[in-house]
């Protein structure tokens, strides 16, 4: 049954794992309420997030290769599945990498299934979760490249928006194939003209869901300034169509983009690889309470920020997509004191969200309301606890 729409929160009732990473096989049954794992480093509790992780569009959290995610290469590839109240209801959702074709004649390569049904592409699984997750690796996210901070912003697009995802393939395998064409001597130019419509298209669909999604996101941090015991980010997109956006309507900077590629032809290919466009889109975050950039702040700053961050996006895919997102939160207890421990804990209890925690010991969370459940993982198993 569909949660009314105003308390709506997408949540696992069930998780299933077959030779993934650690797990040989495993089951959990789950509440409706906030989940840590607790247990020693190298446990397999950051494995669980990731399983939960590939229920949505994508490689999952680390982006690792399916390969790496088989267990002792078990023949059979990996699975996993899960029972969740989704966007659309109550759904079971399948997910799956056979690294060989099997002998009943299933395909190798990824699987997608929705209440038992196969689906054509990894995109339907973003037509029922959400998720949104902050790992000990993002932690200098405002300090690294320029890609890591896109790929973060366009995962909470992504969020967001469903066909953002499509998009983003759509425009990186016709940039490859210019990239590759360039790279010929005297390449087709009308094969080329096609190849940077098509780009042009994308990049602008791509630039104005960016957009759109920073003008709400920025909305929801100042909506939670009063409320909220992390420090606000102020942010700001900067990249080539992003900036077209901003002084022309869609059509035109669409046109003007597809110019700026066929003029750009020559560099491109001496550089041998595409040079202006979305994908070298940078996301600029300010400090808020200092007015510095995030970059220059302390360690701790970063990491208190990048919550904050986190939870003003849960804010905005609730109010998109209608349903308040799961958040995986790895080891994100582990470098806060008590008092903010307390008020992360306070903050998802208000936001109705479900939470999936990993943490070395069950003090990182005192606090945590009575309704959450406590997994002990270690060795590939994991038990419930009995809360102290």
């Known amino acids: 049954m569909l949660l009314p729409r105003s308390s709506l929160h997408i949540s696992l009732s069930r998780l299933t794992l077959t030779d993934f990473r650690n797990y040989a096989g495993l089951r959990m049954e789950i509440g409706s309420g906030h989940v840590a794992l607790v247990g020693p480093n190298g446990a397999g509790k950051t494995n669980l997030l990731e399983a939960v992780s590939l229920l949505v569009p994508g490689r999952g959290l680390r982006n690792a290769a399916y390969a790496e995610m088989l267990r002792d290469a078990a023949p059979g590839g990996w699975a996993v599945a899960a029972e969740v109240e989704a966007l659309s209801g109550e759904v079971a959702i399948g997910t799956a990498w056979r690294p060989a074709p099997s002998s009943d004649g299933e395909e190798a390569g990824r699987q997608v299934h929705v209440d038992g049904i196969p689906q054509k ?43 953002h995802v499509s998009h983003l393939n759509a425009y990186e395998k016709a940039m490859r194939e210019r990239n590759l064409l360039l790279s010929e001597p005297g390449p087709d130019p009308n094969w080329l003209s096609g190849l940077e419509a098509g780009m042009a298209e994308m990049a602008a669909a791509i630039a104005a869901a960016r957009l759109s999604a920073l003008e709400n996101l920025q909305a929801n941090i100042h909506i ?4 909220s015991a992390f420090p606000w980010a ?6 080539e169509v992003e900036k077209l956006l901003a002084i022309m309507s869609s059509v035109h900077a669409e046109s003007e983009f597809r ?35 995030a970059a220059q702040c302390s360690t701790g700053e970063q990491k208190a920020l990048l919550i904050g961050l986190i939870l003003a996006q849960a804010r905005t895919v609730a109010a998109a997509a209608g349903a308040m997102p799961m958040l995986l939160l790895d080891e994100v207890t582990a470098h806060l004191d008590s008092g903010r421990r307390r008020a992360l804990f306070q903050t998802l209890d208000t936001l109705g969200v479900q939470a999936w925690m990993t943490g070395t010991d069950e003090g990182l969370f005192e606090g ?16 419930p606890m009995t809360r102290s």
Do not use: I, Y
């Open 121 to 163: 592409s990894l995109a339907s699984l973003g037509e029922h979760m959400r998720l949104l997750w902050l790992t000990p690796a993002m932690d200098r996210l405002f300090a690294g490249p320029p890609g890591d901070r896109r790929r973060f912003f366009d995962r909470l697009v992504a969020a967001c928006d469903s066909s």
């Open 224 to 227: 939670g300034l009063s409320q």
């Open 234 to 239: 102020a942010l700001t997109l900067e990249g």
């Open 259 to 293: 110019r700026r590629l066929c003029e750009n032809r020559r560099l491109d290919a001496a550089a041998g690889r595409t040079l202006l466009g979305p994908h070298r889109s940078d996301l600029a975050v300010v400090f808020g309470p200092k007015g510095m950039a």
């Open 368 to 383: 945590l309301g009575k309704a959450a459940q406590f997994f002990h993982v270690e060795a590939g198993t994991v038990s």
